[in-house]
Structures are given as C-alpha cells and as structure tokens.
C-alpha cells in the first residue's frame, strides 16, 4: 500500500494565484499545511523558484500556479477528462492571467496608473481578455467555462473577478466586472455557492 | 447502424517562426493530426480582429482556441506527449511554464539597444539564472534523461527549443556559452531532444512544405 504524501503550499496571506489550489487540495480531501508568508523579501533569495506559490510534496518544491492548481484540481476531480473541455480550463487560467498582469505593467505616479488602467479596462488588454472569458461562458451549454461540470476554471475565474471587486486596484471600480461582463459576474457568484468553494471558506473560518 | 466520425479540421496561426507555436505543430504531427500551418506576415494588420488578439492561436472546426501552453498541452495529450501520472504532469507543466517565463523575461525588454543589453546582462546573472536553475534541478532528478522522469514531452521540447535557439546564437547578448558554462546538462538535453525523431520528423515535413 502506499503512504499519503506530506502537503504544504506556501504563498502570501491573500487569495491571488494560489487559491485555486487551497480550495482544490481541501476539496480532494487532502490535509495541506497551508503556509502564508509575511516577510517574502527576505525569503526570496533562498527559495527553490524565487517565487510563489509552491507546493511541497513530501518537501519536494514545485512552482508555477497554474501547475499547482492543475494538479490539485485533478485529484479533486475538478479538471476535465475531455481534451477540448480541458483545453477551456487551461485556456482561462492563462487568460485570467494575461488579463491580472496587464493591469500591473504600468509604471508611473497613481493619476498615470489609474489612467492607463482605466485605458486597459476599456479597449486594452484587460477588456479583450475578458471578451475571451465572455465568449466562453456564452458558448457554454452548460453554464459552466469548460462547456461541462464546475471546474478549476471557473474557481480561476472567481478568485480573479474577486480581485478586481477588491478595490484593491486604483483605477479598476469595484462594480466594473458587473457592469461590463454580467454573465461572468453572475458565474463568479455561482461558483462561491459550490461546495468546494464554501467548504474551504467554512474551514477557514473554524481555524479562526 | 452505420456511425461515421469525421475528423475535425485543425489549423494552427502563428508568426513563421518555432516559437511559441513549435510544441503544438510538432505535437500534432506526432499525433498524425493534419492541420494548416498558418504563417502570418502581416500580424498588425490582422491583430485586431482575431479572438484574442494575441497568437498561437488553434482553429478546430473554425473554433478559435488560445494560449500556447493551453494548445502545447492539449496536442501533447493528442500525441502521447504529455504524461498521465499527475506528478509528473505537475512536473510537465511546472518546466514547460518555467520556460514561458525565461522567454518572458528575455523579451521583457525590446527595441533599443542599449536597454536591450543591459537587460539581457542583469538577467543573466539574476532572474534567469534562477529560472534555469529550476529547469537543471527537474532535469537532474529524472532517471529517464527527460524532464518528467518518464517518457519525452512537451515540456523537453519546448525547453529544447528555446536552448537550441540560444546555443545556435540567437540572442543577442546571451551567448551559448551561458547555457554551455553554466548548465551543461541543459545544452547536452537540448541536443539530445532536438535530435528526436518527434521533433526532426516535423521539421523535415514542413521544410517539404515550404520548398
């Protein structure tokens, strides 16, 4: 028989690219320690990756989020068999991505960052990646990303659209994924209301 | 009852070079996936109408799908060159995202010359060093010689065609002493995999096809 691997997934305090594969690890049932990091730049330098998250199986470092959540989705059963529906769930990780870091390429004072935002929001990067999203929840007969059941997919999604509610980024409004993109708002509440998600946010809230 | 299945029609666009787009073209191939090699010229012009402005992009029926490791991965599964066994998929994925970002981090800075090289000198010594290392350390684990532990995939080849690329001296400012000198083991994979019959098989048919 085999032994169960030893877990530890380590990132910042806040949800951002590793809660995909938090909620996914306690959804497979698998115990994790789930290691938050304060003090990152001090770390940095001796780390295996230089960055973060990381998941450590039996100590053994792997980096990459979407990795991470990839493989953590599989044994949840939250990642698709089917090739093409496999291939939307990656396709929207990476997409959420593109669409996080356009908004983070910009340098200058506040006024020069919000403005650019807002330019990105509104026709740049940020707009035709959710257009991308946006497709795929429309073409979807199954009002899930993939076309088929809850997935990976759509807890990215989630966690990326509650980013950008957070009010955490000057010159993107909280109520900007609502007003523009109802129907990936609406999938975004739909997915907390599953039970992978509200599971990890009760276990959360019992460690408190 | 007769049940006719008919193959989907595939076509991958991309700028004609390996790049990005390699890994698919050389996976579905494997596959014996017939697909149209699109080689587009005229990006600027075309940008802006296209799903998501960006390329690699995979056409199946007339469907558009993006993101070039999203593709890498899905043809890899067509071609039995992305693994089944989860950690070693994980490890798959790791490399073949870790390579995405040491392309990311060369080509971070363009255009100016000047800005060119100093870039290309700071990474070198600092945030590329790191990202091979990751790559060394997976490669120096694996008992199969290949990135995985087990069998090739698209990680070896991605990883393979971006260090073959800078060992033929592509880059400007990254010589192939970099990767000779300072990971070895990286230049020696690269040579091995680039030599494969999976990789060499694509490059010969497609050579056939542009004569």
């Known amino acids: 028989h085999s032994i169960m691997p030893t877990y530890k997934l380590t990132y910042f305090p806040s949800t951002g690219r590793a809660e995909a594969a938090r909620i996914c690890l306690n959804a497979a049932g698998i115990s994790f320690e789930d290691e938050r990091v304060t003090n990152w730049n001090e770390r940095k330098p001796t780390t295996f990756s230089g960055s973060m998250p990381v998941l450590f199986i039996d100590d053994k470092p792997h980096c990459q989020s979407t990795a991470i959540a990839r493989y953590a989705a599989k044994k949840a059963g939250l990642y698709p068999s089917n090739d093409e529906q496999a291939l939307i769930v990656d396709e929207s990780m990476e997409v959420c991505q593109d669409a996080l870091s356009s908004l983070f390429s910009f340098s200058g004072d506040e006024d020069t960052v919000i403005k650019l935002r807002s330019e990105c929001l509104e026709s740049g990067k940020l707009r035709v990646m959710f257009d991308v999203l946006n497709t795929r929840i429309t073409e979807s007969t199954s009002g899930w990303l993939s076309g088929g059941n809850f997935s990976l997919a759509d807890i990215w999604v989630m966690n990326s659209i509650g980013f950008m509610e957070s009010g955490a980024l000057p010159g993107v409004p909280t109520t900007w994924v609502r007003d523009n993109y109802p129907k990936l708002k609406e999938l975004a509440d739909k997915a907390s209301a599953q039970e992978a998600v509200a599971n990890w946010k009760s276990f959360q809230q019992s460690k408190q | ?211």
Request: with cysteine; glycine share 6%.
């Open chain 2, 1 to 211: 009852l007769i049940s006719c299945f008919i193959m989907p029609s595939y076509k991958v666009t991309y700028f004609n070079v390996p790049g990005r787009a390699e890994p698919i073209r050389i996976a579905l191939h494997a596959a014996g996936i017939e697909f149209e090699d699109e080689r587009v010229a005229n990006w600027k012009d075309v940008k802006e109408q296209t799903f998501s402005q960006a390329m690699p992009l995979l056409y199946i029926d007339g469907k558009p799908y993006s993101q070039s490791s999203a593709l890498a991965r899905f043809a890899g599964k067509k071609a039995g060159l992305y693994p089944t066994d989860e950690v070693q998929a994980l490890v798959c994925d790791e490399v073949f995202e870790t390579v995405q970002d040491i392309a990311n981090t060369i080509f971070k800075v363009s255009g100016d010359p000047e800005a060119v090289k100093a870039h290309r000198t700071e990474i070198s010594n600092g945030k590329l060093k790191v990202l091979f290392g990751v790559v060394n350390t997976r490669l120096s684990e694996s008992s199969s010689g290949y990135i995985t532990g087990g069998d090739v995939s698209i990680a070896d080849i991605f990883l393979a065609g971006q260090v073959g690329a800078m060992l033929a001296g592509w880059l400007d400012h990254i010589p192939p002493s970099y990767l000779t000198e300072n990971f070895p083991a990286l230049a020696e994979h690269a040579s091995k995999v680039n030599a494969l019959e999976v990789v060499t098989k694509w490059q010969e048919f497609h050579k056939a096809k542009s004569a």
